[in-house]
């Protein structure tokens, strides 16, 4: 990631909807991270999360597989694991490509 890109953050989110929707500074934050937790819950359960308009965090299971160490050229098995992507919906894809 490049330093002169700016990053949204959870303080930045939370300070957003203290300004626009008029709850307190500790509201705003508590409603955040509940609102993290739920999704955090979920995927921890296993659950796919689907935020309509915005997009989707979905879990796959890679399994086992060989690799090679690039320096050595060693194979090296890599273990099967969980991994989470998120794809973005359609509404947002056409909203980024709108902005940019």
Do not use: C, W
């Not at 989110?13 to 955090?40: C, N, P």
């Not at 090679?68 to 998120?86: C, D, Q, S, Y």
């Amino acid at each position: 990631m490049q330093a002169d890109i700016p990053t949204l953050t959870r303080a930045d989110i939370t300070d957003m909807l203290y300004h626009e929707v008029g709850l307190s500074r500790a509201d705003s934050a508590k409603m955040i991270e509940q609102m993290l937790g739920h999704i955090t819950d979920a995927l921890k359960k296993g659950e796919n999360v689907k935020i309509s308009g915005f997009g989707s965090f979905i879990l796959r299971d890679k399994n086992e597989r060989v690799g090679r160490n690039p320096k050595t050229g060693v194979e090296v098995p890599i273990a099967p694991r969980r991994v989470l992507t998120f794809r973005a919906s359609q509404l947002m894809r056409q909203r980024i490509i709108k902005g940019a």
